[in-house]
């Protein structure tokens, strides 16, 4: 099993360009969530999904869109990118929450630096 | 407003015990988890507390109190491989939410 995966690794943009990031899973989680980390601070939710055809908004999902339109992927776009999305994601998908302990699966991380 | 507080390092040498405190205002509860992260890794699941008490779980045991919105992580025997930061996060609702903290780095010397 490969887990959690996310495409790209690694992407430099420049302001105002659009991209999408990939997340995909291979153990049949139903929810899955995007969060970004910025250096000295903890993950923040951008948004995420309780199952294929749901999403939400978490707690900083402005400049963001998410789609889940199949179980085992959740696609991240920026429509407009800003200096101020720089920072590192991650994707992560659990089993539902009432699945003691609750552990959430993370994927390596995307670097995206917006010039 | 919703926080968590934890310390930004904590230093130690091998062998040591090293317990990180978590205080957390959150506008709900469910639990409290753990998770590791090393330099540019991805985060790993350490342990979850949903009721009072410790958790054990090898080198690592895990407390919570309800009442006292606290909770520590305590990293016994540490090893050199034990250097990463640690984040407490608290599971706000239903839906696997999960609020983290900034983190507390730990740096093992010989």
């Known amino acids: 099993n490969a887990g959690v995966t996310q495409t790209p690794k690694f992407r430099v943009l420049k302001t105002g360009q659009s991209m999408t990031l990939l997340c995909a899973q291979d153990?049949?989680?139903?929810?899955m969530y995007w969060y970004r980390q910025d250096p000295g601070m903890g993950l923040r939710l951008i948004h995420y999904?309780?199952?294929?055809?749901?999403?939400a908004k978490g707690e900083v999902p402005d400049g963001y869109n998410v789609s889940r339109l199949k179980k085992q992927n959740f696609l991240l776009g920026l429509e407009s990118a800003a200096p101020s999305q720089t920072s590192v994601y991650f994707c992560?998908?659990?089993?539902?929450?009432?699945?003691?302990?609750?552990?959430?699966?993370f994927g390596p991380g995307t670097r995206l630096t917006v010039l | 407003g919703q926080s968590l507080e934890q310390p930004s390092e904590v230093t130690a040498v091998e062998g040591a015990i090293v317990q990180i405190n978590c205080t957390y205002q959150?506008?709900?509860?469910?639990?409290l988890s753990w998770y590791q992260q090393h330099d540019g890794g991805a985060p790993t699941f350490l342990s979850y507390n949903a009721l009072d008490g410790l958790e054990e779980t090898g080198r690592f045991s895990s407390f919570l109190s309800r009442s006292d919105s606290y909770g520590y992580l305590l990293l016994q025997e540490l090893q050199m491989k034990d250097s990463a930061s640690y984040f407490c996060?608290?599971?706000?609702?239903?839906?696997?939410?999960?609020?983290f903290g900034a983190g507390t780095q730990v740096v093992v010397t010989p």
């Open positions: 999904s309780v199952g294929e055809g749901t999403t």
């Open positions: 959150t506008s709900g509860f469910y639990g």
């Open positions: 153990m049949n989680h139903e929810y």
């Open positions: 996060a608290v599971l706000t609702d239903s839906w696997g939410k999960l609020q």
């Open positions: 992560a998908s659990s089993f539902t929450s009432f699945r003691t302990p609750n552990e959430q699966f």
